[in-house]
Each structure stands twice: as C-alpha cells, then as structure tokens.
C-alpha cells in the first residue's frame, strides 16, 4: 500500500495535526502512515484510530511520487 501521508514523529504536535487533518476527512486514516519509535505513543494512536498504519520504521514500498509528508520532530 503507498501511502497518501506520512506522519514523521506523532509527539502532541505530531497529533495535533493527524487529528486535524483526520477529522477534516482529506485523507483517510487507512491510506495514512504514522512513523513515531515510542512503542506507547503508537498503542495510543491504535487505540485512537485503528486503520492507521503504525511503525518505527517506514517500508520503501509504503512511499510513492504522490505521497505527501509531515515531518514533526523536534
């Protein structure tokens, strides 16, 4: 599956910002990937949306020439 966006660290800004974007509708939760290392932080958002695509690490295969990224790390 590529991809629609991808969320690079889903800290409170991270999440802010998916929940925006979620609630708005542009973007279906199962054509969103969440990269964020913090094994709790992902069973939270599981717990939140359970379509999500959750890793530590993201798949070549998951990004493609119209996926589009948010990166939100300090």
Do not use: F, W
């Not at 054509?31 to 599981?46: F, G, I, N, T, Y």
């Not at 949306?49 to 530590?56: A, E, M, Q, W």
Request: include cysteine.
């Amino acid at each position: 599956m590529v991809a629609e966006l991808v969320v690079v660290g889903c800290g409170q800004m991270g999440t802010a910002l998916l929940e925006g974007i979620l609630a708005s509708g542009a973007v279906a939760p199962e054509r969103v990937v969440v990269v964020e290392p913090d094994p709790e932080r992902r069973a939270m958002l599981r717990l939140a949306h359970d379509s999500l695509v959750l890793c530590d690490t993201p798949e070549l295969d998951q990004v493609g020439p119209e996926t589009s990224a948010i990166i939100a790390v300090k």
